[in-house]
């Protein structure tokens, strides 16, 4: 069994990948999960042709039995959950008129109902790990657009309010068992997913998916009796987003 072990949702790209690179740098055996089983295999190799113990499990990570699946391929395979990445999310863009049922509760599942499923799942491995060490540690991706709703990512927006507001409520429930969370804030970052903007926001002028990983080898090094509850990531004047 793994001395340390961490799983990462969201994966096979960006903030995701970027965050397991920095847990394998850190000793940490690893499952990594994502929704396209190609892109994510890709992303798993290159873990692992670095030398870091790597299972890699694919699936919707909004279908609460493809959650189960992840989190019992990572008991079998190491054994104990020392860090869990709630990473996955999607965003689309649409105004208030046009909504689409569909669109709705593909980022309801994604973003917030899977982060609720995968607590619970993994609360025993979470558990044993903050009993043994106390820093038991979940990492929660969520969003500028979870601090200041915008407009034309509304839905986006109120599910990253969400995970902003469950991480706030897991510190309290969650305080005396040594498991400790963190929401992750980031304006613009670097990746596919920010392509829709870079016409008006230069991707060199984006904050980079080493910029938000490195928070994790931070958050790694606090003490039992250190909770960091969020992040923030901004650009410089605070980047709002370009009306639409």
């Not at 979940?138 to 601090?147: D, H, L």
């Not at 990253?160 to 992750?184: D, P, Q, R, W």
């Not at 003490?223 to 004047?237: A, D, L, T």
Request: hydrophobic share 40%.
């Amino acid at each position: 069994m793994a001395e340390r072990a961490a799983l990462i949702t969201g994966a096979s790209s960006g903030i995701g990948l970027a965050i397991a690179e920095v847990l394998g740098e850190e000793g940490y055996a690893l499952t990594v999960a994502a929704r396209r089983p190609e892109k994510l295999e890709a992303a798993a190799e290159g873990l692992r042709a670095k030398g870091y113990d790597v299972a890699h499990v694919a699936g919707n990570l909004g279908d609460e039995a493809a959650i189960q699946e992840v989190v019992r391929t990572h008991r079998e395979r190491h054994g104990r959950l020392d860090v869990l990445v709630n990473n996955a999310g999607v965003g689309i863009g649409q105004t208030v008129d046009e909504l689409t049922t569909k669109r709705i509760d593909l980022q309801l599942n994604t973003n917030l109902r899977s982060i609720f499923i995968f607590y619970r799942e993994a609360m025993p491995l979470l558990r044993a790990a903050g009993g043994e060490h106390r820093n038991a540690l979940v990492v929660n991706t969520a969003s500028i657009s979870g601090k200041a709703g915008e407009a034309w990512l509304s839905v986006y927006s109120a599910t990253k309010h969400g995970v902003v507001g469950f991480t706030e409520a897991m510190n309290k429930e969650l305080g005396g068992t040594g498991i400790k969370s963190t929401a992750l804030c980031p304006a613009f970052v670097d990746t596919p997913m920010t392509d829709f903007v870079k016409g008006q926001v230069p991707p060199e002028s984006m904050i980079t998916t080493a910029d938000v990983a490195e928070s994790v080898r931070y958050l790694l090094r606090t003490s039992p009796g250190c909770v960091i509850p969020e992040i923030q990531f901004i650009q410089p004047g605070g980047g709002p987003l370009p009306g639409v």
